[in-house]
């Protein structure tokens, strides 16, 4: 955990995530990663990326994707999504309180 997470330990956070740093688990076999499951909402094809926007639980997840993903609204997808690489901010206030190392 960084070091300024320490003091919000039991409090609300939001996470920030890249859509870089939320990919398909279907090609991403790194078992580091957490997975999360979700239903697609949109597709955004931007040559060789796709955006996949899928609810999961109540939140937004955009992932990136190969550009000729299978996925169509309406299916579940499973992303890997790298929560090394989050932004947190504090939930009352909105402000960042942890940025990941570059």
Known sequence: MPPAL????????????????????????????????????????????????AQVEGHRVVARFQGRTAARIGDMVTVAVDAARAHVFDASTGRAISHPAR
Request: a negative charge.
């Open 6 to 53: 320490a003091g919000h330990i039991g409090r609300e956070v939001v996470l920030g995530l890249r859509a870089e740093d939320v990919r398909d688990a279907a090609t991403d076999a790194n078992p580091d990663l957490a997975r999360l499951s979700g239903t697609v909402r949109s597709i955004e094809r931007n040559g060789r990326d796709a955006y996949v926007t």
